[in-house]
């Protein structure tokens, strides 16, 4: 009972910051005048800092953050473990441009901030999605903004790390921009299926890996970077699991 009281409280909480935060950023928004929004996407950010905040029950560790310029274009690729990945990674103190379903873009008042702090919508079923997304973030790119994708391309549902799609590293090789692996473990216990009751004393870690640059003199192309950064990411998983990388990595078992 104490735990589901606590929930309504967390919940409520995130919903009054949801509100507030409207038109916090829609004020940002108006007055912007960088062709990226870098001010309105920073302080949309940080409404998932502070949700992330309010759970007392999440007990966070980050690891790396402050090694990363603000204004060094990085294509930041990053596990999905669950929807609390959104607010844990807002912990991180640069601004990016996610890149997401466009459904997401749909969801009253969310949707709305994430127009305006000009996030990248995905349309699956549209066929020249890719050019339109790689459009997109190569403005980005090309404007010192990092640009962020999930490779896994939905929440892996056993917490071991999936197969990652190419669309990130093929943009990192065209674009000679390095890859930013970040790591998270935990956030897959936060908040079960099918529930809307927190957990109880939840463990979550979040590492920013050292930059993974495209190696152009050998001629690498899109897969093998991908294997790269994806051993690196399996790796620190194994190590905070202390479990062996067949475990934990959905394409070894």
């Not at 749909?106 to 305006?116: A, F, N, Q, S, T």
């Not at 190590?239 to 067949?246: G, I, Q, Y």
Request: charge should be positive; glycine fraction near 6%.
């Amino acid at each position: 009972m104490k735990q589901k009281i606590f929930s309504v409280l967390v919940w409520t909480g995130i919903s009054l910051l949801v509100l507030v935060w409207l038109p916090m950023v829609g004020i940002v928004r108006l007055f912007d005048r960088d062709p990226v929004r870098y001010r309105t996407g920073k302080l949309f950010r940080k409404l998932g800092l502070l949700i992330s905040r309010i759970n007392s029950n999440w007990n966070i560790t980050i690891e790396g953050a402050g090694k990363v310029d603000d204004r060094q274009p990085f294509i930041v690729v990053a596990n999905h473990l669950s929807n609390a990945d959104i607010p844990l990674i807002s912990n991180l103190p640069w601004e990016m441009k996610w890149v997401a379903k466009k459904e997401l873009f749909e969801i009253p008042v969310l949707g709305r901030m994430m127009k305006w702090a000009s996030d990248i919508p995905v349309d699956r079923k549209a066929s020249n999605r890719r050019v339109h997304v790689f459009e997109k973030c190569s403005y980005f790119l090309e404007k010192n903004c990092s640009v962020m994708f999930f490779p896994e391309g939905t929440r892996s549902r056993d917490g071991r790390l999936k197969r990652f799609t190419m669309g990130a590293f093929d943009l990192a090789i065209q674009k000679q921009v390095p890859i930013l692996p970040v790591v998270i473990d935990g956030t897959q216990e936060c908040l079960p299926k099918k529930t809307w009751v927190f957990t109880k004393d939840v463990y979550v870690n979040l590492k920013v890996l050292d930059p993974v640059m495209p190696d152009i003199s050998s001629g690498e192309e899109a897969k093998e970077l991908m294997e790269r950064v994806r051993i690196k990411m399996a790796a620190q998983i194994s190590e905070w699991r202390n479990e062996p990388l067949n475990r934990v990595d959905a394409t070894k078992g």
